[in-house]
């Protein structure tokens, strides 16, 4: 007798999700043991994410722009199972629909990887062909399994047991090749960046001194150690470039294009440099800003080696995953130092801000500059290319606004009100914070203390000391730069080219 009379539905959608499951462990464990094997999940995902109708997509941005992208991963994993589900349910009633879906699964993964760098195709077609061929010959056997002779004389019991059995093995089996696949891709790719040397320049910046930051408890630090920097981009997973293949390209408009090793840029003369860089979507107050310490090579020494022809009035970063920007070129001349960074804060950069190179352009947002895991500097005209975030309604040009934070006391606190440190943050990279004034209460502006500035790209930390009777109060901030130039009490959202507005919170003194 054949078992796919009696079978449930619901039991089948169940075969097929782990079945599903199990293709796609095995894929993501063959990718775990060699890059030449591309994730599966990670280039079905970064399809998916192309094709997506464009308020789809930045949905998920927007969603996931600050949070894992494990997420999102997590996410096309869920998507596969549900058809894997689907799957299940229509193969008892046709038995063409799982070697159909399967062949797809497999067509679909290999099309997907094949646009990765690393792609090799014969271990990637036979790594997604025996991953395929096992999930599909699972789900035969669970859906198409001969009944076993009754022992127990409880049939049904028993080979209900039997099926529940096996769809949790093949469950778990799925779930731990999965993982392991995971740990193994990062793993090797950690290791490759712990191998990583960072060139020391010849002259090397004084750690920060006593007056560049100020003892307040929950102040943020004027440097903010890498695990805590915010992080933002459309990367699905993050990009791991190989560093020994590696290459940057400068192509377009240059009298020689180059392709520029590891090595050769770490060649060139070695600079290092305190940079603030912000979020254009960062809210008045929000915390999508960060200062840190860059060290890399400058852009104008790479922009000089190849070139750069009349004309060409915007410098394009490409990164590996195809994410673009473009600010123009004379800002790269105009003193800024925009920088071909390779360090953070003493180490090679994290996987997560760009490893093995990033671009940081001092005094402009990220979005129209900072590209990550950068692989082609292209320098074309001004309008000769939009960036990713231009046609997404942001603007063109992306100078960072001078900002000013509260960190101190945080919104809704209730603290003691004498003595009383107000503090928090200010920012104008690149011409510096002159004055940063407090309001409480709505009386009069009252100048608060700065730090030293570790560099006019850098932010400051700044503290007022008061004594507030007991009660509710209102604290407002507002910053003025090095040009004199006071920040606007106006609201404007982030959108298209930064929020403007003065940080007001409410707070409570005991
Ligand atoms: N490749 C790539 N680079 C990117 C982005 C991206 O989406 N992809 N986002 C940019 C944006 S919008 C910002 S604000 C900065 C953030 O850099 P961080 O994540 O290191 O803080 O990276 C920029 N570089
Ligand atoms: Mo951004």
Redo the contacts with the bound molecule.
Sequence with gaps: MNQSATISRRAAAFAGAVSAGLALGLTELAAGFTDRVPSSVAAVGGFLIDWAPRSVKEFAISTFGTADKGALALGTTFVAILIGALVGILSLRWRWVAPAAFGVFGVVGIVATSTETTFSPIPTVIAIAVASGAGLLVLRALLYREVETPTDGVPGNSSRRIFIGSVAGVGMAALLTGVAGRRLIINRSERVRQGAVLPTPPMTLPPPGPNASFAVDELTPVVVPNSD???????LVV?RPDPETWRLKVTGMVDNELALSLDDVMAMPIVEDYVT??????DVGGH?V?NAKWTGVRLVDILDRAGVQEGAGQIV?R???G?T?GFPTPLAYDGREPLLALG?NGEPLPP???YPA??IVPGL???V??????EEIELTTWDGFDG??IPRGWSKEGPIKTQSRIDRPRRGQSLPGAPLVLAGVAWAPTRGIERVEVQLDGGDWIEADLTTPLSDKAWVQWKVDQSLAPGDHEAKVRATDGDGMTQTSEETSPAPNGATGWHTIDFTTT
Excluded: E, Q
């Design positions: 920097f915010y992080r933002i981009d459309t990367a990009p860089i912000s979020c254009v979507s960062n999508l960060g970063g990164s590996v995953d994410w920007s953070m997560n801000h760009g990033r671009l947002y990220g979005y500059s900072a590209t990550k895991w950068i990713y975030w």
